[in-house]
């Protein structure tokens, strides 16, 4: 643990969470005025947004705009922090389309507003207007993402670089989901299948883009940009997809207390991950038949969720997998031995890419 | 009906319709370069928003523009286009929340995606990956939206004048359409409640900011465009109740066959709009009760909605609303009759107000 660049990136995080937390103030008013129904949305994107989360994205964002060469700036601080709010759509959305209880160890929108509805005593289903509020909350969170991020200060020319990296970032970023529910519905488990859904939701989204996006906040040459680019792309990409395999083994493996979510939430939805993929291909007829049984089953008790652990851990998957984090995060880090990465930079994006794939289980 | 000013906009339709297919094509492609999983996905985009609407937000927007002195030109034709994807958004995320099963005609997003499901004999159930793909595919829209507005080829301070518009039209939006959610579970209706939500969801986002969106593609001088905002607003607020209004009507008499939605679609849904909400106020005990036995039943007979339908216009609330819509549209299209204003547009402007309005019942 280097406690340098830890500080740097505490204080990162910190200016990240100032910049939301007045973002939010300025609209959380303005919808107070078009009327008093939006204050609880309002109250909830909030709630939800600065009460928790790693701020992974807006850092990446920050350290690569760093690393480019750009100097220390607060309007740049404000445009990486409306990733966030990108990603609070993905996660809203993401919960109510895995009926997830909860988020960050508090109830997801869709169930915070089922909530609201049952106190209110209001008319209909509250399970209907949940999900209703957290489509829409998802999408004004979205909305809002694009908005502090125009409105952020930067200068135009940067605005305007980063527009295209952005929308490619969000593109990606739902094909990534959707090939993830679609894998979901397949027959069969792939690991090939979970490494691509695992490089776009993270890779890309996660890791690679971000990086870029701040790259491009920081260089006006064209040909320069594309060198950083193509530094980041080296880094990210495994980095991104150690990252998704880190979460494959927490949503197994990982502690609620640290997690915020239930013991093995992975194995009662039967989440289709390349841990999953991999203890299937080793799988013998015998543990074939634990994960038949208890994989995806609705009301999964503690014993199943220990039996398909040791499944997990017998065949030899789970080990294979932290293997590849570290051969992953080991290729990822190589890609900043590079003049290009400057020495302040190169600490700050390695102590990053530590907390990235070293999340405590 | 004037022919000049209809051949001009079905020009201007046709263009849009041109840009959003060749738009799309290249998303496709795109899309299948990641994972032919996704070619469904564009599919269904592709064929949602190709065969059918009317565009008439990219219509006001490009009317705005030449309103305000913008020339006909094919960059600013690509730009308005982009807020039929946004529109895509909308009625992709509508549909899933009031659980329609179809639109124009054919299958909504969720629905088909319900039934390829099925087709393909996928795992889980049919419904909850209708419901994820039409959650993913609509924010798919709404990124798609602006990327097809940022490649749009306008110039770079057009576009950075577009940007706050755009965002607040978007804001607004998902603001109107959580006011609409939630007063579908309020216990009581209210008329002010109602006209409320019509100005969110048609006024402001339908007519005044889609003409403001075009202005602002127009005009660099900030004083001019301010005068061009507020003729707009008086413009546009109006109108867009008044198209507001009209939707009420047609959901509740429309032709299907007009419509492309099943016969008194609002009645079994039990929509609370502005003409419910008078048609409450007026009713009488007998009314009030036909009103709670068949207003929002599921399985609504034929009979339960020609007794809605008398119900509506007996208590005057039909006959209301026509003359609400008659006079918004005056007040309207008095806010043209100025020197800013020139007799091209305005032609169009009128032309395009009364399509909007005059919808065939």
């Known amino acids: 643990m280097n406690q340098e660049p830890q500080r740097a990136l505490a204080d990162i995080r910190m200016r990240v969470q100032r910049d939301l937390t007045q973002y939010l103030a300025t609209q959380t008013s ?107 909350l998802g999408d004004l969170a979205l909305v809002w993402a694009d908005q502090m991020l125009h409105q952020s200060g930067i200068g135009e020319a940067a605005l305007l670089r980063a527009l295209p990296v952005h929308d490619e970032m969000r593109v990606e970023l739902m ?28 890779g890309k989204y996660t890791v690679e883009r971000p990086l870029h996006f701040g790259a491009s906040l920081a260089l006006a040459d064209p040909a320069k940009l594309e060198k950083y680019f193509a530094i980041f792309s080296e880094f990210g990409l495994p980095l991104g997809e150690a990252f998704q395999l880190r979460d494959d083994l927490l949503g197994v493996f990982g502690d609620p207390s640290v997690t915020g979510k239930p013991a093995g939430d992975d194995l009662r939805e039967g989440k289709r991950t390349v841990l999953m993929a991999m203890t299937s291909d ?57 003049d290009e990465i400057q020495l302040g930079p190169h600490t700050l994006l390695t102590e990053l890419a530590n907390t990235a794939v070293q999340r405590t289980l």
């Open 30 to 136: 303005y919808l107070g005025d078009i009327g008093s129904e939006l204050v609880p949305v309002a109250e909830a994107i909030n709630s939800f947004l600065l009460d928790g989360g790693k701020r992974l994205r807006p850092l990446f964002a920050y350290c690569g705009y760093l690393a480019s060469g750009g100097e220390d700036d607060e309007a740049i601080i404000a445009a990486v922090a409306s990733l966030e709010l990108l990603q609070a759509c993905a996660l809203i959305h993401d919960d109510l389309m895995d009926a997830s209880d909860t988020r960050r160890g508090r109830p997801s929108i869709h169930r915070w507003f089922e909530g609201l509805h049952q106190n209110e005593e209001l008319l209909g289903s509250p399970a209907h207007y949940g999900s209703s509020a957290a489509i829409l």
């Open 175 to 202: 094909a990534g989901q959707f090939l993830d529910i679609h894998e979901q519905a397949l027959s069969t488990q792939s690991v090939a299948r979970s490494l691509k859904i695992a490089r776009y939701k993270s």
């Open 282 to 338: 080793r799988a013998n007829e015998h543990q074939e038949g634990v994960i038949d049984r208890y994989f995806g089953a609705k009301n999964l008790s503690a014993e199943g969720i220990a039996e398909l652990r040791s499944v997990i851990t017998d065949t030899g998957a789970r080990q294979h997998v932290e293997d590849l984090i570290d051969k992953l995060t080991s290729t990822s880090l190589d890609a900043l031995n590079r």
